[in-house]
Each structure stands twice: as C-alpha cells, then as structure tokens.
C-alpha cells in the first residue's frame, strides 16, 4: 500500500491518510507495517525489551472518569495507600531482581503532596541512584511537576486518553478537560522530563477519526513514550456493559505509532496482555519494546482494578519476570536490564539532595 511506503519514508501522514489507512488496511499489508516498525525499531534499540517495575502505590483518585475501577464514585473498592517502608521495600525486592526503572502509579490522591513524595523520590535516589523513577500522578501544577523532577524524577506519564475534545468530554465528567491534559503534557516536557502520553484503543463512542487525531497529536508532542492499551471495562464503571477493545486494531495503532515516533518508547501494556495471552509478544512483534511487571506487594494487586481481569495480579515479582523473560526470549527479543532512556532525552537541572 502506497500509504504504508509513505509512513515508512517520511514517518508522517495527514489525518485523511491515517484514517484512510485504518479503514482499509488488508491483512497482507498489516504483516507488512509490523515488519517496517519493528525494522524501524530495531534499528534504533536494537531487539531489546526494557523492563519497569510497576508500583501501584494508591488506589484513591479524587476524580470520576466513566471508565476507571478507582474513580471516586465507586464505593465497592478497597482503597489502600503503601507507606514509605512499603515503597522502598517494592523497590528493594525489584532491584534485586535487576530493574532500574521503578514507575510509581496511583490516582489523583490528595494525601501525597509535594513534600510527601520528594521524600519518596529523593530516598529512593539515594539507594538506588542508578535507577530511574517514573511518575504517573495524573494532572498537577507547573510548580508541583517541577517539584518532582528537581527533586530526582526521570520520567512523568500522563495518558491523553483522546485528542478530541468532544470524544473527551464522553469519558470524563464536566470537571476534566482535554485543553487542561494537554496543557500538562507541555508543561512536563518544557520542564525535562521524558514524558509519556497515549490513548486507549476502541473506548466507547471513538470513531476512526478519533483515532487518527490521536496519532496527529502524538506526532505533534512528540513525547518520549507512548502507552497505548485497547478500552477494557470495569464492572463498577458506567461503561460496564460497553464491548473492549480488540487485540487487532491495537496492534495496528502500535505499528503506526512506531513509525509515525520512530525513537519512541513504546509498552506492549498489560491490558494488551489481558485482552490476549500472546498480546504482549505480538505488540513486541509490532514495534513496541517496553513491559512493565508489577512489583506491587501481591496482596494489594487486585484492589488496583482500572479494569476487569487484569494479568499479573497473583503473581510473585520474581516468578513474574521469570515468565516474562521466558516468553520474550520465545518471541525473538532480549530484556536489557540498563534504564531504559529514550535516546534523544538528556536529562538537565539541579536535583534536589534534601527536603
């Protein structure tokens, strides 16, 4: 297909163009998009496959997104919060294990002010200074981000979830808006984090023209990494009955994706995992080279339920990577046991020694 030579040339296409190509796109034609973003991978990273240690360190959000297990509303969840200890106990555990990226993710919850977690950040600078530490807080102010990175944090992912405002406002009640995550998004970047944003894949009421918006705005952010997972439902959320996405139209959003950023970092996430036992392998197969395990205390996984069935929650973190490593050995790939960085980012600024 003439659309798929043109991507692979010029790592660009028009909105009318990426949505003709979604639409029409053969079978054929898509073995060959995932052979070119996997070239185009591999020759910037190599077959490798870098790891991040998840830890899901809060389950309280203050807001109400429609399709979130851990929005406000849901008065059927078991909230919990992992004291300091617990976090550096996670991280002891994972760096044993050999990761040196550790991802803290948790809700919008207003108990870990500033100062709460540059203490997190700087203590676990100290043990483990060759790590990196990604962020995954949600919406939060220009002083607070730059808080957060001069006291030691590499990375800050922050999903999009849609570039349409309209689409938008479908998924999130009247209090959220897309001018105000994207505004996010810009201010992480200026500040110099590797920034990560995304979209989930067949969330209701998204047309084609939604998707390709997206991939227009992710060319335009140009961000470090990009997670990208198909729409899974959750049954305490107003999208409960709404069909998931498919492993299909995900693969392919990955591939573009891969080639519309080609340096990019780019997950084979765990909802792809669930959707599918071999899903993280094909999303490996098409362009993508991040898994992230979660190290969270196995107790704890089920309650940080975004979505129903999720994989990896009753596993224990070594036997996780075993697995792990075993399946992406099968798959053709290598796990890199470095940080990880995008490699276009250098980090700049003063990070902070103490509180």
């Known amino acids: 297909m003439a659309l798929i030579h043109k991507l692979c040339e010029t790592h660009n296409l028009s909105e009318d163009e990426l949505i003709y190509l979604i639409d029409n796109i053969s079978s054929e034609d898509k073995e060959y998009l995932f052979k070119k973003a996997s070239e185009v ?12 240690g998840l830890i899901e360190f809060t389950n309280y959000c203050k807001n109400d997104c429609y399709y979130c297990g851990i929005r406000c509303s849901n008065k059927n969840i078991d909230r919990y919060r992992l004291s300091l200890d617990d976090i550096l106990e996670c991280c002891k555990i994972g760096y044993k294990l050999g990761f040196k990226t550790f991802v803290l993710q948790g809700g919008e919850d207003p108990f870990f002010t500033d100062d709460r977690l540059i203490n997190i950040i700087r203590l676990i600078k100290e043990n483990y200074n060759d790590c990196a530490i990604t962020l995954s807080l949600g919406e939060r102010s220009y002083d607070s981000y730059k808080k957060l990175f001069d006291a030691g944090a590499d990375r800050y992912l922050l999903r999009h979830e ?6 938008y406002s479908k998924l999130h009640p009247e209090n959220l808006n897309l001018y105000d995550r994207k505004k996010c998004l810009s201010t992480l970047k200026e500040i110099g984090f590797q920034v ?7 969330s209701p009421f998204q ?6 918006k997206d991939l227009i705005y992710l060319k335009e952010l140009d961000p470090h990494m990009v997670g990208i997972g198909p729409f899974i439902p959750h049954h305490d959320t107003p999208f409960k009955n709404e069909k998931a996405g498919s492993l299909d139209k995900t693969l392919l959003m990955l591939a573009i994706t891969r080639l519309l950023l ?11 995992g669930t959707i599918s036992n071999v899903g993280r392998e094909l999303g490996l197969k098409a362009g993508a080279n991040v898994i992230m395990p979660n190290l969270s205390p196995k107790k704890l996984r089920e309650k940080y339920s975004l979505y129903d069935n999720k994989v990896g929650t ?10 792990i490593k075993e399946k992406i050995n099968n798959a053709g790939f290598i796990l890199d046991d470095s940080r990880g960085d995008n490699i276009s980012w250098e980090r700049s600024g003063t990070i902070l020694n103490t509180l």
């Open 207 to 212: 047309t084609t023209k939604n998707l390709a």
């Open 196 to 202: 990560g944003a995304g979209f989930m894949v067949e």
């Open 41 to 52: 991978r591999d020759h910037y990273y190599g077959n490798k496959v870098f790891l991040r």
């Open 262 to 272: 080609p340096k990019v970092l780019l997950p084979a996430t765990t909802a792809l």
């Open 162 to 167: 849609t570039a349409c405002e309209k689409h």
């Open 314 to 323: 009753g596993d224990e973190a070594a036997e996780s990577k075993r697995l």
